[in-house]
């Protein structure tokens, strides 16, 4: 069935820093979405990229749909303790439609 | 408009008993879908539900069951509780069935002992 892997399972950086976290899917994807989860709370929706290639942009989250559709990826600039939480991403595809979810990558800030 | 409302927040139930748990969806969703959550697992999928007809299913053992009323409402009923489905129940609506964000609820923490 449909995999979507994610790395790095976790994250710790410094407040400033830059921060990257990859997914892989083992199946050509209709459209990848990203939530985050912050701690002790639900998977909150932060985007949807659909076409091939595409790059999408809010705020210090930059957001990539790799062109095979197949891979993405979700950058933070200089971040900051707001951002503390984990983020997954979930994709559809394969021949059951049905939305996979990576196992996230926990993201922790020092300040 | 109201979110996602799952009842109850918090659960306490002992090995082998069994146990429901609801979701009502955001007004005018039609597709529920179900997942449970535990520390280093992340969100695996149970079911999906849309205009009441189950479309897909998780690979979860017979005694993870669910439906979904003619409102949305949905339910999932867990038979002979083990100790290892204690986790949070997390529920999600969307608009569409593809293509469409996901809003989950605050979830159902179970714990069996």
């Known amino acids: 069935g449909q995999q979507v892997m994610q790395i790095p399972q976790y994250q710790h950086v410094q407040e400033g820093e830059d921060f990257t976290t990859y997914c892989n899917s083992s199946t050509t994807l209709s459209n990848i979405q990203w939530y985050k989860q912050r701690p002790g709370g639900h998977p909150v929706f932060l985007i949807q990229l659909v076409k091939s290639g595409e790059v999408k942009k809010q705020k210090r989250l930059t957001f990539q749909f790799g062109e095979a559709k197949k891979n993405s990826s979700l950058h933070i600039t200089a971040t900051q303790t707001t951002d503390v939480g984990t983020y997954f991403c979930?994709?559809?595809?394969?021949?059951?439609?049905?939305?996979?979810f990576g196992k996230g990558t926990l993201l922790t800030v020092n300040p | 408009k109201a979110g996602v409302t799952q009842t109850p927040r918090y659960l306490i139930k002992t090995r082998g008993q069994q146990v429901t748990l609801s979701c009502s969806p955001i007004s005018g969703h039609r597709s529920v879908s179900w997942y449970q959550q535990t520390p280093g697992q992340g969100l695996q999928f149970l079911f999906e539900y849309f205009s009441e007809t189950q479309r897909n299913k998780g690979n979860f053992p017979g005694r993870f069951s669910g439906r979904q009323f003619s409102n949305s409402r949905s339910e999932m009923n867990v038979s002979t509780l083990e100790l290892g489905d204690s986790a949070l129940y997390l529920c999600?609506?969307?608009?569409?069935?593809?293509?469409?964000?996901?809003?989950f609820g605050q979830g159902t923490r179970l714990t069996v002992v």
């Open positions: 979930a994709g559809r595809g394969g021949s059951n439609y049905k939305l996979t």
């Open positions: 999600a609506s969307s608009l569409r069935q593809v293509n469409a964000e996901a809003f």
